[in-house]
Structure formats: structure tokens, C-alpha cells
């Protein structure tokens, strides 16, 4: 029999079963179950600044709030090191690293061996969507790490109560953890969508290791979505609250550092907030989809915390987020300010700290910084995130925890583009959109490891996190068109179009909501756009640019499309289809060859 050190949260035997498999496995020489008091949750916070796992910030100025540095090597999403291990490799695909499952097994059982002696085994339930609602669905994590734990607490529902929803536990997904040696040549993220099962090791990093993100609530819950039809997707969703009171709602799928986290909390410019205007941010980055009783389409956020991107974030660009971040949060890779044992990273304001620790925990010299090598020269690394609570966002939707969500009138697929894609443009229909999100293409960021800013094509900004086979992935789109009578709108917006010089032409952030507008406009049939080859476009006056210093020549120039550099383009989509291989539905292939006659014309 199993031995814990506190009360098992469950009597469910296919819950304890697991746990004591694991156990034998991994041999902790503790096991603790997280119940999520806040009694509990405060001794692990004092053990891990025993440890230095954790370091307690200034206490007047950052109430609640720790900071932690993970390893050097260890800073990002491994995609190189990330599986879907099916039982057959068609049904992982191409796009996704497969490995035969009893193979992983075995590979990983042998690196788990043993992993924990020495060290605790935390339990932890959780919920991705509200505790007991029909979308909500529950895991397990097995941890030994507290800062994983306690970022757990954060992102997810999870705790004593979770534990007891989960009554006999049938169809839990069971993650494992372990931190081992941080060793990158043998950290793997493996998934086993058929066995509703996840296996982490080698890494302490965010996206590989709070099992309920990234791994569950998209690569095992798309898988899911698609038996079952429902999406999983890499969204945000927010609500746009008009003068008269009434709300429409948008979810946006952006890659990694894309803008995200940005869009959600925007605070609208005076132009608009005068007239009553108001955002509400439901969510920053994953969306559960569901068609409603009414045909609609209907979001839930699963998550209950932000995992955002520390860099950039400041007053300015995003005030709602650093509000967030003021109490109960933790930082992780930021600069740590000696002087006042506070937080600083790159834009957050022109202070660089002269007494200040970087990521890696060396003394920062801040006269060393180069644009060109910011990872080596940064206080804070390019991918330093903070964990900060939903209810603690100042435009925190009141939905948040509407188990029903929210109905969807758009959905806005964007990339980060220098060149090619305009400012913003709609699809003509759903199986068009659904085309639209299958090319999409962004340049590269610091979520993930390898280069950064090369473009790839990153369809739905998911290319990391589906499931299963993409061209299946494409497939699944078509079809949800299919069974929403009233389907959201589909648009695709691109913030980041360059000049010569490389500068950003569009002001962007809070900015941006002047194309929120005009996407809405469009929602509700209320503005005339100009049909393309690529898609409906705005006529440039129709973007309202009331206080802002940017001429409507200058929209236009936003808005052009580029025929040659879209016929570059599409060879580029055709050689990206052929890679996905032959599950790319016909009618993608018919839409490209579509797109490519209009370019053409
Ligand atoms: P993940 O959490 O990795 O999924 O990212 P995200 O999509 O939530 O990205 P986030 O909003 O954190 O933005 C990442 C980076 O993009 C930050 O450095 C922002 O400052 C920058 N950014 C966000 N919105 C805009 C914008 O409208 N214009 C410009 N130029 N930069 C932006
Ligand atoms: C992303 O990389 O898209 C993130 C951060 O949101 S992580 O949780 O690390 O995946
Ligand atoms: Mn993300």
C-alpha cells in the first residue's frame, strides 16, 4: 500500500493505482498531495527560499510575489524534444516529432528510474475550465518541483476540491514530472493522446513542465476536441463592451510572443475610452470552443492565471498586465533590483538598475547590453515570464468564470510579418478562414527554443501544439464550419509591418483596437470593404485614426498587398502542404489554387 505523507485526496483506485505505479518507478522518499490551502501553499514557499529554489521580493512594494531563475540551459518550449507518440506515426503526422509509444515508455521509464530519490513527490489535482462545468476537464501532475507546484496553484483550479470532482477519476490525464538533471540531451516532452497520458523530464521551464498548459489543455485536448467536436486553440479571448452596455466577443490566435497576453488587456485609446468604450480580457492564450444550443460558438479560457512574457511589458504598453503582476505572482528569468529586492526587466521602463542580478544570477553590467545578443546581455531573458492570477487583472472579464463562456463573433488569426501580410483583412467564409488559418506565417520567437525571427508557416499560430496529424488539424476546421449555423467571422491582422529602417509602422498595443473596431464593424454588416485577391480589405478610411499621428496615406500602405510577394508566398504554402503530406484536405489545396488564380488575374 501506498504511503502518503498527508491525507489522499481521492479513493479512487484508478487514481492511486497510478500513483503508486509512478512511485515504484521514479522512488520519492516523501509523497505529498497539494490540497491547495493556503497553509500548505505558504510552507512550500518558505521551504523553497530555504532552498534558493525561490527568493521572497520586497514584501511592501510586491506583496506575495517570488522570483526564480531556472537553469541556463533550460529557458523555453523544446519543440526538438517534443512528441506525439501515437500509436501509428500517420496519425502524429509530419509537423510533429513521433516516437512509437511502448518505445518512449520504455526510453523515459529508464531516465525516471529512480529521479526522485532524495526528493518529494507532489500530487497535484487540477482543472483546465471551471471546477465541475461541462467543459472542465482534470488531471494529475506529478512534480518534484515546488516552483512547478506552485505555479500550478496559479495557472490552474487545483486542490482538495478538484480532487473530489474527480470522483472515480475515468478519463483523467495523467501527467508526470520530473526535473532529474536538467540535462538537455535527454529533456523529453512526450505526449500519448491515446492513453491520456504526459511525460516530462530533464526540464524545469514553464510550457514543458506545467503539465496542464501547453501539453494538456492543447496537444491532449485537441487531440480530444477532435474525437468529440470541440476545438482546443491557441487563443486568446476578449470582449469588446460598446458604449451601450452590450459586449462582442473575440478570440485571436497569435504564435508565441506574439501579441497575445497584449491584445487581451488593451486599454483602448481616448478616442474610444471617451465615448465609454471598455475591454474585458477573458483570456490570454488557450480557448476551449464549443458550438452552443444557439449555434454559436462558445469560448472558455481553461487556465486561471497568465504565464506572460515579462520583456516589454510596462505602463505603457500593457498597464493591465503589470498591475497583474504587483502581488502574488512569480517571476521567472526577470532581473532581480538588489537595491529594493524588486523586479526589472528590458521596457520596462528607462531605469536600467545599476545593482542588479541577470537570468542567469550574475551581477548585470547594464553598459554591456547589445540589441544584437540579448539573451548573453539582458537582465531579464527574452523569454522571462511572470505567473500572475486572472483575478487579479484589473480588466479581468466578469465571464472568466462563466462555466457557459462566451459567444464568439470573430476569430483573428496574426502574425508577426515584416513584409506581405496587411495590417488586417477578412476571409470570405468560414472554409476560406479556416484556409487563411492554415497559412499563416510568423517569424520566430524566444517562447521556444532555436533562431529567432525566421518566418515559418505556423497554421492557427498551433504548428507546437496539435495533437495529432495537422492535415487532419485542417480537416476538423472544415468541418466545425459545418456544425456552427452562426459562425464567427474569420479575419487575420498583422501589428508588426516594417519600414525600411525596421521600425514598426503601426503604433500597435493599444492601437490595435481601431482594427477591433472595424472587425467588429464588419461582424455586424455596419462598413463596406474592398474585395481582393486575398480578401476583404478596409477602405484606409474606415481605420479610425482619430489622435493618432499617422496619415491615412500611411494606413493605406498598411493595407496594400504586395501580388509578387504573395505569389512568393503561396510557392512557399505549397511546399509547406507537401510537407504536411497527404492528410491536407483537397478543398485547402482547391483554396490555394484559388488564391494563387486571383494573385494571378
Ligand atoms: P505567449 O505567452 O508566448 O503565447 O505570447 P503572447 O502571444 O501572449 O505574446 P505577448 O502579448 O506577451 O507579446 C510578446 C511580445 O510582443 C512583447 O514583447 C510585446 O511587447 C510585443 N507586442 C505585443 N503586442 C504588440 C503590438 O501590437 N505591436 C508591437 N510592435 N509589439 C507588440
Ligand atoms: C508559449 O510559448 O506560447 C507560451 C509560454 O504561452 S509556454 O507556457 O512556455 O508555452
Ligand atoms: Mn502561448
Known amino acids: 500500500m501506498i504511503k502518503f505523507e498527508n491525507k489522499a485526496l481521492t479513493d479512487s483506485k484508478l487514481i492511486l493505482d497510478w500513483i503508486e505505479e509512478m512511485a515504484d518507478m521514479v522512488n520519492p522518499d516523501k509523497i505529498v498531495w497539494i490540497d491547495g490551502s493556503e497553509e500548505q501553499t505558504q510552507a512550500l514557499k518558505d521551504e523553497a527560499c530555504s532552498t534558493g529554489e525561490l527568493e521572497k521580493l520586497n514584501e511592501e512594494i510586491l506583496p506575495n510575489c517570488y522570483l526564480h531563475r531556472t537553469a541556463i540551459n533550460d529557458v523555453a518550449r523544446v519543440e526538438g524534444r517534443t512528441f506525439i507518440c501515437t500509436r501509428t506515426k500517420e496519425d502524429a503526422g509530419n509537423i510533429n516529432n513521433w516516437m512509437d509509444p511502448k518505445e518512449c515508455y520504455e526510453k523515459l521509464s529508464k531516465l525516471y528510474k529512480n529521479s526522485y530519490k532524495g526528493r518529494t513527490m507532489y500530487v497535484i489535482p487540477y482543472a483546465m475550465g471551471q471546477v465541475g462545468s461541462d467543459f472542465a476537464k482534470y488531471g494529475i501532475e506529478l512534480t518534484d518541483s515546488i516552483y512547478v507546484v506552485l505555479n500550478m496553484l496559479i495557472m490552474t483550479r487545483a486542490g482538495a476540491e478538484v480532487a473530489k470532482a474527480m470522483g472515480n477519476g475515468e478519463g483523467f490525464i495523467k501527467g508526470l514530472h520530473a526535473r532529474k538533471d536538467i540535462d538537455e540531451e535527454n529533456r523529453y516532452i512526450c505526449h500519448f493522446p491515446e492513453d491520456n497520458t504526459i511525460w516530462s523530464v530533464n526540464s524545469g521551464y514553464g510550457g514543458n513542465v506545467l503539465l496542464g498548459k501547453k501539453c494538456f489543455a492543447l496537444r491532449i485536448a485537441s487531440y480530444l476536441g477532435r474525437k468529440e467536436g470541440w476545438m482546443a486553440e491557441h487563443m486568446l479571448i476578449l470582449g469588446v463592451e460598446y458604449p451601450n452596455g452590450e459586449t462582442k466577443y473575440i478570440s485571436a490566435a497569435f504564435p508565441s510572443a506574439c501579441g497575445k497576453t497584449n491584445l487581451a488587456m488593451l486599454i483602448p485609446p481616448k478616442a474610444y475610452t471617451e465615448k465609454g468604450y471598455k475591454v474585458w480580457c477573458v483570456g490570454d492564450d488557450i480557448a476551449w470552443l464549443r458550438v452552443g444550443k444557439d449555434g454559436r460558438l462558445w469560448a472558455i479560457n481553461p487556465e486561471n492565471g497568465f504565464f506572460g512574457v515579462a520583456p516589454g511589458t510596462n505602463e505603457k504598453s500593457n498597464p493591465n498586465a503589470l498591475a497583474t503582476t504587483m502581488r502574488d505572482t512569480i517571476f521567472t528569468n526577470v532581473g532581480h533590483v538588489l537595491d529594493d529586492n524588486t523586479v526589472w526587466w528590458e521596457g520596462l521602463n528607462d531605469n536600467a538598475p545599476d545593482n ?47 462555466p457557459a463562456g462566451v459567444p464568439i463573433s470573430a476569430i483573428v488569426f496574426g502574425g508577426r510579418r515584416a513584409k506581405t501580410a496587411p495590417l488586417v483583412y477578412q476571409s470570405f467564409n468560414w472554409q476560406h478562414g479556416s484556409f487563411v488559418g492554415s497559412i499563416m506565417a510568423s517569424e520566430t520567437t524566444a517562447a521556444a527554443a532555436g533562431a529567432v525571427g525566421v518566418v515559418r508557416r505556423d497554421p492557427m499560430a498551433m504548428r507546437p501544439f496539435v ?78 485614426i482619430d489622435g493618432l499621428d499617422i496619415s491615412v496615406d500611411t494606413i493605406e500602405g498598411l493595407l496594400s498587398v504586395d501580388k509578387a510577394s504573395w505569389l512568393e508566398d503561396v510557392e512557399n504554402i505549397k511546399a509547406f502542404y507537401a510537407q504536411v503530406g497527404d492528410r491536407v484536405p483537397k478543398t485547402m489545396y482547391d483554396e490555394l489554387k484559388a488564391l494563387e488564380e486571383r494573385l494571378s488575374k
Open 356 to 402: 542588479c542580478i541577470n537570468w542567469k544570477g550574475e551581477k548585470w553590467d547594464k553598459t554591456k547590453y547589445d540589441k544584437k545578443d540579448k539573451v548573453n546581455t539582458s537582465a531579464a531573458h527574452p523569454n522571462s515570464r511572470f505567473t500572475a492570477l486572472a483575478k487579479n487583472c484589473p480588466c479581468i472579464s466578469k465571464e472568466f468564470d462563466n
Open 467 to 544: 495533437g495529432y496529424n495537422m492535415g487532419d488539424y485542417f480537416q476538423h476546421w472544415l468541418d466545425m464550419g459545418h456544425k456552427i449555423p452562426n459562425a464567427p467571422k474569420i479575419f487575420h491582422v498583422n501589428w508588426f509591418r516594417t519600414d525600411d529602417e525596421g521600425h514598426f509602422i503601426w503604433p500597435g498595443f493599444g492601437d490595435n483596437m481601431r482594427v477591433l473596431d472595424w472587425i467588429l464593424q464588419r461582424c455586424e454588416d455596419k462598413v463596406e470593404a474592398r474585395e481582393t485577391a486575398i480578401g476583404y480589405i478596409p477602405y484606409a478610411k474606415d481605420i479610425n
